[in-house]
């Protein structure tokens, strides 16, 4: 059903696509440039600028490798939530909250009613897509996890915050949709750790997308999926991309019992290590996706963004995983 969605969408994708989460690493003069920009010693176009060539960099880099659907990079973005809540109406910035490691982030706080204030993403998009034949996806965080790591104190619930964002982040994909993108991922980390949310969680996901001409995606990357499924099928997407490169591929499983009926972007790359996975080792990751769902559902990609690995580490692993794919689309069939 998705591959006739792909083929109406005029997308002619390979078995096993390939593509990855949304972020990359920061190269190191962007990386600085945002330290300065914070201080007011660098203006807004100088830190476009760079942050555009370094997209380009990241583009290139894909291309080279042989990714079939690109991403931007996101060299523009701090946080994944906090880069929205800095653009939208109805919130403003909290102190910092530590999110991972040593990193952190001003947790923003629902403060009025959230509203859309134009394109968001846009621009990025279509700069993006300027620089490739390749399809690029456009990107955005759900409402889900944009009220999960928010303060609310302005909607009387958690689920009155979700459905007001779902209903202001639908025009953002209605405008990338507008633009020309055809594959749109909607990131939503935080929808495995609160099952009693879920309900709400899908009827956000259905405000977010019902109708719209794309494919989308959703990509989910932490939490107990075991404790969500099979109700996370009511999500209302194409696709939904897991991370269980670990312990989590013991999920498949569970898909012999309750069928699988979406397309899975299978995460073959734990972006939580530094070292980079050998060729075999993700082959067998691919494999065992192989053995319980139909080749023509699987897309491959990493755990998540790889924005927390060095340059190197990044594309060696990426490396490894478009290795791992020729192979399996040798044997198994359909290699291009």
Known sequence: MS???LGALGLDLP???TSTVGSFPKLPEVAEARTRFARNQVSPSELEALEKKATEFWVRTQEEIGIDVLVDGEQYR???VAYF??????????????SYGNRYYHKPVIAAAVTWPGPMTVAWWKWTQSLTDKPVKGMLTGPYTVMDWSFNDYYPSRAAACLALARELRKEVEALIEAGAKIIQIDEPAISVRQEELPFAIEASHLVTDGLPAYF?????YGAFET?????????VDNLD?????SALDLLRIFEKDPFTKDLSLGVLDVHSHRVEAVEQVKERIMRGVRVLP????????DCGLKTRTVEEAVGKMRAMVAAVREVRREVGGAR
Do not use: Q
Not at 217 to 221: M, V
Not at 228 to 236: E, K
């Open 85 to 98: 809540a800095e653009i939208m109406d109805g919130f403003h910035l909290g102190g910092l909250v530590r």
């Open 78 to 80: 701090g946080d994944m």
């Open 217 to 221: 995606i959703t990509h989910a990357c």
């Open 295 to 302: 080749g023509d559902r699987l897309w491959v990609d990493p």
């Open 242 to 246: 897991l991370a269980i490169s670990n």
């Open 228 to 236: 969500i499924y099979p109700d996370m099928l009511g999500l209302a």
């Open 3 to 5: 591959r006739e969605k």
């Open 15 to 17: 078995p096993l696509p």
